[in-house]
């Protein structure tokens, strides 16, 4: 893409080329992890998946840290034609979730990217990113994942452009707890029906998963064990999560 140079990384991370940089044509460096499969020819469009992690992934931890989350590593299980970018961010505020954008956009053109397939997710403080993010340019996303976070971007350009997205929390996370999420989907909803559209489409475009104690102890947590923590480990693992997005 016009404007901007990768350094490709040399570190490599269970097939991640960890330690890649992009400089942007406004001078930003953006870091990222990426896999890219080894069927990858440039002939045939494969879909792209941008998962953000939270907290411990951000540059400042260190290269790499990102990898501690499995969103990256499961998602070729799902879609095995899909380029994975893992982005290394400054924070989870509006000019990470710039920066995001500017990853996506350069990756539609370094790649032959199937446009219609390009998903998008967010843990914890990547959570908050995504949203921000989806409240700028939702049109670049066919469907978004949010999970142990809150929502603090703008529902209404969400809702203009009809993207689903799946909320995903413990009943009892104790970071952030469920109700900025419940809020947040009801505001979604009512975003909806504003503009008309039927209860079913809504189901489609708003899917709030609140997990009772329960969930956490049948995966093997104490009813006491910290529902944020393992909420980030369990939903990377959740088929029936990790399904709804790449459906």
């Not at 406004?26 to 002939?43: E, I, K, M, W």
């Not at 956009?105 to 199937?114: G, M």
């Not at 989806?134 to 969400?158: K, N």
């Not at 969930?215 to 064990?225: C, K, P, Q």
Request: with cysteine; glycine share 10%; proline share 4%.
């Amino acid at each position: 893409m016009a404007g901007y140079t990768l350094t490709a990384g040399s570190q490599v991370d269970r097939g991640f080329v960890v330690d890649n940089a992009l400089t942007t044509p406004d001078g930003r460096t953006l870091h990222f992890s990426s896999h890219v499969p080894n069927t990858y020819d440039g002939r045939t469009a494969f879909a792209l998946y941008v998962s953000c992690p939270g907290w411990e992934g951000l540059y400042f931890q260190g290269v790499g840290a990102n990898l501690q989350e499995d969103y990256p590593f499961v998602a070729n299980g799902y879609v095995p034609d899909m380029i994975v970018l893992s982005p290394q961010l400054d924070d989870w505020g509006e000019q990470s979730a710039a920066d995001v954008i500017a990853l996506t956009e350069w990756a539609l053109t370094a790649y032959r990217i199937d446009r219609s397939h390009v998903y998008l997710s967010g843990c914890s403080g990547g959570g908050e990113t995504i949203s921000l993010v989806l409240g700028m340019r939702p049109d670049l996303y066919r469907r978004a994942l949010h999970t142990i976070s809150r929502w603090d971007g703008d529902i209404a350009v969400l809702a203009a452009a009809e993207v689903p997205v799946y909320m995903a929390i413990g009943e009892h996370d104790e970071y952030y707890g469920p109700e900025p999420a419940r809020e947040a989907a009801e505001q979604m909803r009512e975003a909806y029906r504003t503009r008309g559209l039927s209860e079913s489409r809504i189901d489609e475009l708003v899917t709030l998963d609140v997990k009772p104690t329960s969930y956490f102890v049948e995966h093997g947590f104490s009813e006491d064990a910290g529902q944020h923590g393992a909420g980030g480990y369990l939903f990377a693992h959740d088929e029936e999560i990790m399904g709804w997005l790449f459906t």
